[in-house]
């Protein structure tokens, strides 16, 4: 099936086109709020250091974002009907917005995480090209994933998160925002939340 033609092109990854399918709730998060978080699980991160959520959230209130993947301007979707994927496009859109609000959660006293299956040289490069004022977490061995039960679906051989925002803290999940859409708007969703 291809995007109807007044989508614009797939090429640019800031730009949300009109009509995206929206996700529907599927049950897969429902077991999330409450859950105790693994200790000792370190995500390798964009900031340099690995990441204990447990070990973060037991000191702070902490975010995260997850996200399916971040394109590239010059890089092809995964696979050609990337778009019509309810909830899988937008990354870029979700993680500017959350760069943008990254002074509210700040202020909020809120430490602020993405979170793909996608390895970190590939983070690095999206949030060194998005200036990402916060860290991108990468569960590419889907550690957390599986811990967590995190909902996912495939593409292309690959495993992808299926986009939530997860508020954590006293190493539990506090609050799930699930599904997400649209994910321009995820963060300030995420704050009213918070507030």
């Not at 394109?71 to 990354?91: H, N, Y």
């Amino acid at each position: 099936m291809r995007p109807p033609a007044a989508w614009p092109l797939a090429d640019d990854p800031s730009v949300l086109p009109a009509g995206l399918p929206v996700p529907v709730d599927d049950g897969a998060a429902a077991h999330l709020p409450g859950l105790r978080l693994p200790d000792g699980l370190l995500l390798v991160s964009t900031g340099g250091q690995p990441v204990d959520l447990a070990e973060r959230s037991a000191r702070r209130r902490t975010v995260v974002f997850a996200y399916p993947r971040t394109g590239r301007p010059d890089e092809a979707p995964l696979v050609p009907e990337w778009d019509l994927i309810p909830g899988a496009r937008g990354c870029t859109p979700e993680a500017c917005a959350f760069r943008d609000l990254a002074g509210v959660f700040e202020a909020l006293g809120v430490d602020l995480f993405g979170l793909s299956t996608q390895d970190s040289t590939h983070q690095q490069e999206a949030a060194s090209r998005l200036h990402l004022p916060y860290p991108l977490l990468s569960d590419a061995g889907l550690r957390l994933t599986s811990a967590l039960g995190l909902p996912t679906f495939e593409v292309a051989g690959r495993t992808l998160l299926k986009r939530l925002t997860l508020i954590l803290s006293a190493r539990r999940v506090e609050h799930v925002l699930y599904p997400v859409f649209p994910p321009d708007r995820a963060a300030e969703d995420t704050i009213k939340v918070l507030e």
